[in-house]
């Protein structure tokens, strides 16, 4: 059997390497073009890209997401991404802490507070994995990473197509609102997430009436986990899971649409991630309503491909992409970019409205 430690060396790999983006499905970021303000009577230095996001401070909405754990290379790739993240002011989200949980002694490539002292950092571990612990173990897992809040991650459609991974989903909104009220009551925010596949309005209700107060999207359009998961099933001749794997590889709803979807139910915080790659995709994404946007995949690839000179010039233009943005629609606060002028295509325009119609009642 595959050991943790193995299987998150194949997601780093595949992930900085591999070719495993959704295939026919985008963000649908692309469907937003905000209006162009000829006149916009703002100087471009006294732009203000700070937001406050679980109780800190941002020097701009962006958020490198959560990647990796577990592995002595992963921990690399914490401690530089994470030290970018502190030098210009970002969140940096830790991957799942299952690896640790199991195997305590890997909690050093978790370890990332030494060079990131002041930064927004988020824990992480599966709901699946949550159910079965205590909240007072939970909140250690925090408390071992010195981190600001936890993500509690979503990841059905993954684990179906993972070989050996989990098919009882059973009791996930009662671990949520468990772990919501104790670890708030703590001072620590709690942040439900998916992981590729976006969270449905339907979704978004249940888990408002569960107490919770910030999501993170994680749709579909970027990194395809399922497809990840298809590639390891294939590499370990597990036929019918990479069966499975190649017919839901594009499962999931599109950022954009999450995003959409989500805004108008009144989280505290609402994150973007998701195919999140320039700029651009996080002016469109806060326009629709989400507080701050996520960096995954493009980041750890901008690492591998030039170091971390290459990972903080990637950032840089995707700030610059950002500040140009509000300058061109007349916004001077991030807060701004929300009520700028914009028009939503058809296949967007779709999501928003028909994805909307039925709540699921449970």
Same mark, same amino acid.
Request: hydrophobic share 40%.
């Given at each position: 059997?595959?050991?943790?430690? #193995?299987? @998150?060396? $194949?997601?780093?790999?595949l992930c900085a390497e591999g070719d495993v983006g959704f295939r026919d499905v985008s963000t649908l970021l692309e469907c937003v073009r905000l209006v162009h303000d000829a006149l916009p009577d703002l100087r471009y230095d006294e732009l203000d890209l700070s937001v406050t996001l679980l109780g800190k401070r941002l020097r701009a909405p962006i958020v490198i997401a959560a990647m990796t754990g577990g592995t002595d290379e992963a921990g690399?790739?914490?401690?530089?991404?994470? =030290?970018?993240?502190?030098?210009?002011?970002?969140?940096? !989200?830790?991957?799942? #802490?299952?690896?640790?949980?199991?195997?305590?002694?890997?909690?050093s490539t978790y370890g990332i507070r030494e060079v990131a002292p002041t930064t927004l950092v988020l824990g992480n571990v599966g709901v699946v994995q949550a159910r079965s612990m205590t909240s007072d173990e939970v909140r250690s897992l925090v408390a071992r990473v010195g981190a600001d809040a936890l993500c509690i991650h979503l990841n059905p459609s993954m684990e179906l197509v993972q070989p050996g991974g989990d098919r009882d989903f059973s009791h996930g909104l009662e671990t949520i609102q468990r772990l919501s009220d104790d670890l708030q009551r703590a001072g620590i925010p709690v942040v439900v997430k998916e992981t590729g596949c976006g969270i449905s309005a339907q979704v978004g209700e249940r888990?408002?009436?569960?107490?919770?107060?910030?999501? $993170?999207?994680? !749709?579909? *359009? *970027?990194? =395809? /986990?399922?497809?990840?998961?298809? @590639?390891?099933? *294939?590499?370990? *001749? $597990?036929?019918?899971? #990479?069966?499975?794997?190649?017919?839901? /590889? $594009? /499962?999931?709803?599109?950022?954009?649409?999450?995003?959409?979807?989500?805004a108008p139910l009144g989280f505290e915080s609402l994150i973007a991630t998701g195919g999140v790659a320039t700029g651009l995709d996080v002016a469109r994404a806060l326009a629709l309503g989400a507080d701050a946007a996520g960096l995954a995949r493009p980041v750890l690839r901008a690492l591998t491909a030039g170091g971390r000179a290459g990972a903080a010039a990637f950032l840089e233009g995707v700030e610059t992409e950002l500040r140009a943005a509000m300058l061109l629609t007349g916004s001077r606060h991030v807060r701004d970019v929300r009520n700028a002028p914009r028009v939503v295509s058809a296949e967007l325009r779709e999501w928003i409205e028909q994805a909307s119609e039925t709540p699921r009642k449970k």
């Open positions: 059997m595959t050991t943790i430690g #193995q299987r @998150k060396a $194949d997601h780093l790999t690399r790739i914490n401690r530089e991404l994470a =030290s970018i993240a502190e030098e210009r002011g970002y969140a940096f !989200g830790l991957g799942s #802490q299952r690896a640790m949980h199991v195997r305590p002694e890997s909690a888990l408002r009436e569960h107490g919770v107060r910030h999501v $993170d999207v994680s !749709g579909a *359009g *970027g990194t =395809s /986990w399922v497809g990840v998961e298809t @590639k390891r099933a *294939g590499a370990a *001749g $597990d036929v019918r899971a #990479q069966a499975l794997g190649e017919a839901f /590889w $594009d /499962w999931g709803i599109p950022t954009a649409a999450s995003v959409a979807l989500l």
